[in-house]
């Protein structure tokens, strides 16, 4: 069964058209095959591996999980719009005020076929991506740098030409694991319902300091 929210694309590709779904549900995940590309390379490892992880990501609240699938009704391509864990510094904005795009991963052999930014156009797909900040965080020790033939370097400028499209921006933080190497990367997307107080916040919070609400 469908949600209120989820909508479908379509992306044509040599092998057929790829169908890409927002918010998926637990039941519609049970249904598709996950794709045996996503596994434990010598070089890499991808972010989910098992299709119970993408269902158990859909029983929070206002999580969006995207699925690319080919006409095999195989996985070859997730996203997952999220909130960042309680523990993390953003998520001290406030509930539902930053949501995180923890992954957006296309199996090697579909790659060239610009899935990916047809799987990010949906996460973004969100009811409230106005009212919230939307970030992304690029540690360059997850990227498969070994199938891409690219630098860490080369890498993270692709990652902003794909979402930079979308409204997002490269901004500064001092957060110690993004700063432990100079390619990783901090994105981030202001929706235009943000309060400017709250922005101000954002402001501090990617430097490590909250600011207080003011009434």
């Known amino acids: 069964m469908s949600t209120p929210f989820q909508k479908e694309i379509l992306c044509p590709t ?39 992880t993408l269902e158990k ?12 699938l080919s006409i095999q009704k195989h996985i070859i391509g997730f996203g997952v719009l999220d909130r960042p ?6 998520a001290a904005l406030g509930p539902g005020k930053m949501m995180e795009i923890k992954v957006v991963e296309v199996c090697r052999s579909w790659r060239s076929y610009r899935v990916a930014g047809k799987i990010l156009k949906l996460i973004l797909d969100h009811p409230r ?23 860490a370097q080369q890498y993270r400028m ?32 202001i929706g235009k319902k943000v309060t400017s107080q709250d922005q101000h916040r954002f402001k501090w919070l990617r430097f490590g300091i909250s600011q207080p609400l003011v009434s």
Not at 21 to 48: G, H, M, N, V, W
Not at 85 to 90: A, C, D, F, N, T
């Open 129 to 151: 991506i106005e009212e919230m900040v939307a970030y992304m965080v690029g540690y360059s020790w997850t990227w498969d740098l070994d199938s891409s033939g690219l630098s």
């Open 57 to 68: 990501k859909t029983e929070t609240p206002d999580v969006n999980v995207t699925l690319a």
């Open 158 to 189: 692709m990652l902003i030409r794909l979402f930079k499209p979308f409204g997002f921006a490269v901004f500064e933080t001092n957060e110690p694991n993004i700063c432990i190497r100079s390619e990783n990367l901090f994105m981030a997307r």
């Open 14 to 52: 040599p092998e057929g058209n790829v169908r890409v779904r927002s918010f998926c549900t637990p039941e519609q995940i049970r249904e598709y095959i996950f794709d045996a590309e996503f596994k434990t390379y010598a070089q890499f490892k991808s972010l989910y591996t098992k299709r119970e």
């Open 85 to 90: 864990e309680p523990e993390e510094r953003w």
